[in-house]
């Protein structure tokens, strides 16, 4: 693979062909929200991380400056953000404070969850009055439809992302939590893809490890679970994307845990998760983060899906061989797993792929397997099989490789988790 100065270009020329002059993004360049949100409007409300946090104050003064310089009024106070995960309770709360403010642009600034978060208030606000029940917006394209029918459209979104991971700022998809279920479900439409985003790269070097590496990971299953899924037409871009956002993010992961104000690191590390925006663009995750949506009350998001794509690996691994044999080359130049993967075929091929991944989390003090995180118990794994056959998760299933559906769900999927919770390949059933 290339040195990380030709990955950086090549994820930067994609990321312009994927966006772009809707996307400013780069190092130290959080000065030019403003200039942004002036294309949407003048009159802006703010949803916010940072607040009670350390570095709250110096981020919103921020906000404000490069609002002001470009001439954009504040509607209101900032709205406070989301908690972990997005819940509906969060959801409600920043939708009533926006439609206090009546704002002609919404700016969303922080990681993930408040940017999801504030996709689905300002979709609500849109039909609140006609559809108040927010189970009538998940799924595939049903904001839109529901737009379409009443002759309405959303205020525009202007987001500004604070942490390399989930790439909200970019893409169609709002994951909200319901906190009564500990389920989570997806927005998944073209309406909420915001018109502007921002990253500063440079803004993550306060991350924490954990962050740090949940997001990272979540990146990569972003890229890996849409390259294990790809198919016709997408898959040359597919295949650029994917594992040129893979690479950058195995190579420099540990660099960026272990010397956090390292900005090449951070750089790699942001480009290679927002080219897991661009892949989910393009297709759509599946086992991993389907299995995920179920494990919100003891796992973060990023870390469930990076926990079960091995197990999910050996499983689809009869069917995407070309695949494993271009993510296994680089988990090994980056020293995880050197073998010599020409000599493998099928489930051989992804035990040693799903090992090199193990390998890799181990190196940076990863769990493993779900037996080893703390609250999980049987009633996850019976979540997570229900959820599966779900219609509001079945695109889920319909990315998978292999071809599934809700009727085998327990006969395949039940093992896949079984074999994660113990650590045990065998216990993977591969279809025929």
């Known amino acids: 693979m290339a040195d990380m100065t030709e990955q950086s270009r090549r994820a930067y020329a994609l990321l312009d062909e994927f966006k772009g002059g809707a996307y400013v993004r780069g190092i130290h360049c959080f000065g030019r929200l403003g200039a942004l949100v002036a294309e949407m409007g003048r009159r802006a409300s703010v949803v916010a991380s940072g607040f009670g946090k350390p570095w709250g104050a110096t981020l919103h003064e921020a906000i404000g400056c490069s609002l002001a310089a470009a001439e954009v009024s504040l509607c209101g106070d900032l709205v406070r953000g989301a908690r972990p995960n997005a819940p509906r309770e969060d959801v409600f709360r920043i939708a009533d404070a926006l439609r206090a403010q009546d704002a002609e642009v919404v700016v969303a600034v922080g990681g993930g969850s408040v940017i999801d978060a504030a996709k689905a208030a300002v979709a609500y606000n849109a039909l609140r009055d006609i559809h108040p029940d927010l189970d009538a917006y998940f799924g595939v394209g ?70 740090t590496m949940d997001g990272a990971l979540d990146g990569v299953a972003h890229c890996l679970e849409v390259l294990y899924g790809a198919a016709g037409a997408s898959l040359d871009r597919v295949w650029r994307v994917s594992l040129t956002g893979i690479d950058l993010i195995v190579r420099h992961l540990k660099r960026a845990c272990e010397a956090p104000d390292d900005l090449g690191a951070r750089e790699a590390l942001g480009l290679g998760t927002d080219l897991g925006g661009y892949a989910i663009m393009i297709g759509g995750t599946n086992g991993a983060h389907l299995t995920s949506f179920s494990l919100v009350d003891v796992l973060s998001h990023g870390r469930a899906c990076a926990m079960m794509n091995p197990y999910y690996t050996v499983f689809f691994a009869p069917a995407i061989e070309d695949q494993l044999r271009a993510v296994g080359a680089i988990y090994g130049n980056a020293g995880y797993g050197r073998i010599d993967l020409r000599r493998l075929r099928g489930r051989d091929l992804g035990l040693a792929v799903a090992e090199a991944m193990l390998a890799h989390a181990r190196d940076l003090g990863f769990p493993t397997m779900l037996s080893e995180v703390p609250g999980f118990s049987d009633a996850h794994i019976e979540r997570a099989l229900e959820a599966a056959k779900s219609a509001k998760l079945e695109m889920k299933l319909r990315n998978m490789p292999v071809p599934l559906s809700a009727e085998r769900v327990d006969d395949y999927l039940g093992p896949v988790l079984e074999a994660a919770r113990t650590g045990d390949f065998d216990l993977v059933r591969n279809m025929s």
Do not use: C
């Open 142 to 211: 049903q904001v839109s439809a529901l737009l379409e029918a009443s002759g309405r459209s959303m205020k525009p979104i202007v987001a500004a992302q604070l942490a390399s991971g989930s790439a909200a700022h970019l893409t169609k998809y709002s994951n909200i939590t319901s906190l009564t279920t500990a389920q989570k479900l997806l927005i998944v439409d073209g309406a909420m893809v915001p018109p502007r985003s921002i990253f500063d790269y440079a803004m993550t070097a306060t991350a924490s490890r954990d962050l």
